[in-house]
C-alpha cells in the first residue's frame, strides 16, 4: 500500500465520521454536503425507504431529526475501504448506534453495516451510495453487498 492510497483511505473515513456527527448535531445542510448530487441512500421501509438525490436525501434528514429529537451518537467502527480507481471506492463499517437522552436504561438503540459507494468529485470524496442493514434489534437486510 502507497501513501498515497493510505491518504484516499483517511479522507474517506473523514466523510463518514463527518457524517456521523453531523447527523447527531442536526447539522443536515452539511450533512448533504458530504453526498453527490446523485447520490442515493438506502434503508429499509421502517427507517425511510431508499431516498435519491442530494436535496431529497437532505430534506429526508431534516424531518427524521425534527422527528426523532432525542440525542443519539452513531458510533461507525470497523472501516473495510478499497480504493477501485482514482476517483471511486467502497467501504463497509459498523455501526453501534447509542442512544444518549436522559432516562435511557439500555443505550444501544441498534447494531447495523453501512456499505457505502464513494466517489471523488473535484478532489473531494463524496457518498454516492450508502446502504444500511441493521442487526439488532431488528434484522433487515437489502441483498448483494459492494464489492470490497
Known amino acids: 500500500m502507497t501513501i ?3 491518504l484516499e483511505r483517511e479522507a474517506i473515513k473523514e466523510v463518514r465520521i463527518l457524517y456521523s456527527h453531523y447527523f447527531d448535531a442536526g ?6 454536503a458530504l453526498f453527490t448530487e446523485d447520490a442515493v441512500c438506502e434503508f429499509d ?14 430534506e429526508n434528514y431534516a424531518s427524521y431529526k425534527a422527528e426523532h429529537p432525542y440525542s443519539f451518537l452513531h458510533a461507525s467502527t470497523n472501516p473495510l475501504i ?14 453501534i448506534d447509542l ?11 441498534l447494531l447495523g453495516i453501512y456499505d457505502d459507494a464513494y466517489r471523488k468529485v473535484d478532489g473531494q470524496w463524496l457518498i454516492e451510495r450508502t446502504r444500511i442493514d441493521f442487526l439488532w434489534p431488528e434484522r433487515t437486510f437489502f ?6
Open 82 to 95: 478499497r480504493i477501485l480507481g482514482p476517483d471511486t471506492a467502497n467501504a463497509r463499517w459498523y455501526l
Open 4 to 6: 498515497e492510497e493510505l
Open 99 to 109: 442512544m444518549v437522552a436522559e432516562g435511557v436504561e439500555n443505550p444501544v438503540g
Open 45 to 58: 421501509d421502517a427507517h425511510g425507504g431508499v431516498w435519491e438525490g442530494r436535496e431529497t436525501i437532505r
Open 143 to 148: 441483498g448483494p453487498r459492494v464489492p470490497l
Open 27 to 32: 447539522e443536515t445542510d452539511k450533512l448533504a
